[in-house]
């Protein structure tokens, strides 16, 4: 039976808040259409600020460091919005031009570049809003290296503001999670915030490819683990969602 309860820490654990980030910031933003016919969807403003800028205030806050953004589709707007925007933070660019590599591929590219393990990999179509304390901060207070490969922000369904689907995992009391079985409801939804080791990617296949293969193999081997968000949390990936994103939390 799935368990709805945060995955809790174990007293020798001693996590500290990795310092780097990737963000994925490549992708067409074919939902997100009209808004992305001539900008970016990471560009694409929620209460009069862009998507990326929500994201990158929050690792600023829980005090990341570096941040990996990788590109694709009106790279070049992203580019000059990043070197206007950094706002302290180190900020390098993984550039998918040539070649738009999906989740997977685009964490292999920019692999070089990160150079901590374990680190933030967040998508930046989400909007989030903190429990009781930081999220970011949260999230790392559960990695454990020695049990994990990856651990994903999730949340119940129920309070997965845009969310029109079934879900997409369920957990055990331990926190290892196990997919959403074909045609039937999982209670907890991915929320595009993780963190992984570098081990998640190892053997990955070439070129494009999604994150999807290499969670399965972890939770195949026990490693892929899930906490609850204590906030709330809001898919923000079409034109209508960012209306009531906006509505919801009155930011209009």
Not at 92 to 97: A, G, H, L, N, P
Request: with cysteine; charged share 25%.
């Amino acid at each position: 039976m799935s368990q709805t309860r945060t995955l809790s820490l174990r007293p020798e654990v001693k996590a500290a808040v990795p310092r780097t980030a990737m963000v994925m910031a490549a992708g067409l933003g074919k939902r997100m259409r009209p808004l992305t016919a001539t900008r970016p969807k990471p560009l694409v403003e929620l209460a009069g600020q862009a998507l990326l800028d929500h994201v990158l205030d929050r690792l600023r806050a829980a005090g990341i460091a570096k941040v990996v953004v990788n590109v694709h589709y009106l790279a070049d707007s992203l580019e000059a919005h990043l070197k206007a925007r950094s706002g302290g933070l180190e900020v390098q660019v993984s550039d998918e031009r040539e070649l738009l590599l999906e989740t997977g591929g685009g964490l292999v590219k920019a692999l070089p570049m990160i150079d901590e393990d374990p680190f933030f990999a967040i998508n930046s179509d989400n909007f989030w809003v903190d429990g009781p304390t930081d999220t970011l901060k949260l999230l790392a207070s559960h990695w454990d290296g020695a049990r994990m490969d990856a651990l994903l922000l999730l949340v119940p369904q129920a309070r997965a503001g845009n969310h029109s689907g079934l879900g997409d995992f369920h957990m055990d009391c331990e926190g290892r999670l196990r997919r959403r079985t074909r045609s039937k409801v999982a209670p907890f939804v991915y929320t595009g915030i993780q963190i992984v080791s570098r081990r998640l990617l190892r053997d990955a296949p070439d070129g494009p490819f999604s994150t999807n293969i290499l969670w399965d193999r972890a939770i195949d081997e026990g490693r892929c683990f899930g906490a609850v968000h204590q906030g709330l949390w809001f898919d923000v990936g079409t034109p209508g969602a960012i209306k009531a994103t906006e509505q919801a939390l009155d930011l209009a």
